[in-house]
């Protein structure tokens, strides 16, 4: 079975610096999908960066980027340049995608507090 | 393009009733996915449907839970004879057929508490 582990509940950052939020993964597959979704205040969840596990090059959007270790089963997210928006609860997620198609499997979350 | 709504926002219910949340999924999309969200906790899966068939359900208690998607209408998830341990956030989220970007579009939830 895939599991997702987010080993870090909180986590705060101070405005305009960098925070990095871990994740790791347990897959025997060789083809899937990781991600990090946002869910703000407001509750509704969006999605924050994707990345292709057969693709070597990290994922970036933005002040976004991932540090993806497949042979570790890491999949670290940065955020750079933290503003206050970035307040919220993130989640990583990894999926598998199938002739039925795909399956989701969320970590636990981790909150992200921003400092003024 | 409207998103995935979800009604209702919030559902109060007593021990013993039954609860109904919708989901609309986004225009297009034929996957949808309901997740449970307790305080202080990830989301966990529950079921997930296509069209008038469901591909996994693994994640949905065996007993008073159940959903459909019929090939008509919004994606129904049913709780029968409702307890406090059913009081969470339940989230949908659709994905297009045959997509194999991945991404999954959420709705705002639907906050069940039961008195």
């Known amino acids: 079975a895939q599991t997702v582990t987010q080993s870090q509940p909180e986590m705060s950052v101070q405005e305009a610096d960098n925070v990095t939020l871990s994740c790791t993964y347990d897959?025997?597959?060789?083809?899937?999908?990781l991600f990090w979704y946002k869910q703000p205040p407001s509750r509704q969840m969006i999605l924050v960066i994707r990345?292709?596990?057969?693709?070597?090059q990290n994922a970036t959007e933005n002040r976004f980027s991932v540090n993806f270790q497949k042979a570790a089963k890491s999949f670290s997210l940065k955020i750079s340049d933290s503003q206050l928006g970035d307040a919220a609860m993130y989640f990583c997620?990894?999926?598998?995608?199938?002739?039925?198609?795909?399956?989701?499997?969320f970590g636990t979350g981790t909150s992200l507090t921003v400092i003024p | 393009n409207a998103g995935v709504m979800q009604n209702p926002r919030h559902l109060v219910r007593r021990r013993g009733q039954e609860a109904r949340l919708r989901c609309s999924p986004m225009?297009?999309?034929?996957?949808v996915y309901w997740y449970r969200q307790l305080p202080e906790e990830g989301l966990k899966f529950m079921v997930y449907?296509?069209?008038?068939?469901?591909?996994?359900e693994s994640g949905m208690p065996k007993e008073r839970f159940s959903a459909e998607f019929p090939k008509e209408g919004p994606s129904i998830l049913r709780i029968q004879q409702v307890v406090r341990g059913d009081s969470a956030a339940y989230f949908c989220?659709?994905?297009?057929?045959?997509?194999?970007?991945?991404?999954?579009?959420f709705g705002e939830g639907s906050r069940l508490t039961v008195l």
């Open positions: 990345q292709e596990a057969y693709k070597q």
């Open positions: 897959t025997s597959e060789s083809d899937y999908y």
């Open positions: 449907l296509q069209k008038e068939n469901i591909i996994d």
């Open positions: 989220a659709s994905s297009l057929q045959g997509q194999n970007t991945g991404e999954l579009f």
């Open positions: 225009k297009g999309h034929s996957h």
């Open positions: 997620a990894y999926s598998k995608f199938s002739n039925t198609g795909n399956q989701f499997y």
